[in-house]
């Protein structure tokens, strides 16, 4: 079974660029996360998705992030204009939202921002 | 105060030795607890998962859950050069909520 997918790996752009960040979640798996993980830091939620629904985006920030999950299988992260502090790795999990929730997640897309 | 403390380290032990991981957290209605590992410029991995107080065991993994005292623990046995990673705890209220992540534990584990 193929996990999580994450492309690109690695993207290095200057500030003010525009970048993406696309996902496909394991086949069947509804629930679909982005986390934002700083050097040191554990993972952060910025959005969850049900199926094409965000269920929580409270931690977006919207004035640069969007996303979207559409169809309910794939989904694409955006940043609009990028900033130095947004450099960090982008993760992508899923789930099938069974009894123990597991997640599962995929390399992440290592972000520089110059 | 941050919902998960975890001490990030760096914690380094010779091959064979027993590891102790810990997190306190701040929020009683904390239901699940996990422990992920998460090798260098990959993605983290579950290794357990604990509902409740109580132990669980997999292999020379035990996790530990003192909801008590809001403190959970990761024990390694027989140390091994291959479990050289970061170990994060994670915890959520209840199914399909929100995780809330610890920073992490920096591990090696010297051949």
């Known amino acids: 079974e193929a996990g999580v997918v994450q492309s690109p790996r690695y993207k290095i752009i200057e500030k003010k660029q525009p970048v993406a960040f696309w996902c496909n979640p394991i086949s069947g798996h509804n629930t679909l996360y982005w986390y934002l993980q700083n050097l040191g830091q554990g993972p952060e939620l910025l959005i969850r998705y049900e199926n094409e629904e965000a269920v929580d985006d409270s931690q977006l920030p919207k004035d640069r992030f969007s996303a979207e999950r559409l169809k309910g299988v794939d989904s694409t992260l955006k940043i609009q204009p990028a900033e130095l502090g947004d450099s960090a790795v982008y993760l992508c999990?899923?789930?099938?939202?069974?009894?123990?929730?597991?997640?599962?997640f995929g390399p992440g897309t290592r972000l520089t921002v110059l | 105060q941050k919902e998960v403390e975890q001490d990030p380290g760096p914690l380094s032990v010779p091959e064979g030795a027993i590891v102790s991981l810990n997190c306190t957290y701040s929020n009683s209605a904390f239901q699940y607890f996990m422990w992920y590992r998460q090798y260098s410029r990959k993605g983290p991995e579950l290794l357990m998962y604990t509902y409740s107080s109580g132990n669980k065991e997999d292999g020379r993994f035990t996790a530990q859950v003192d909801k008590s005292s809001k403190y959970i623990s990761l024990f390694i046995r027989d140390s091994q050069p291959s479990d050289s990673a970061t170990y994060l705890c994670?915890?959520?209220?209840?199914?399909?909520?929100?995780?809330?992540f610890g920073t992490g534990t920096s591990l090696t584990v010297i051949p």
């Open positions: 994670a915890m959520t209220l209840s199914t399909g909520n929100q995780f809330y």
């Open positions: 999990a899923s789930s099938s939202g069974g009894a123990n929730n597991e997640q599962f």
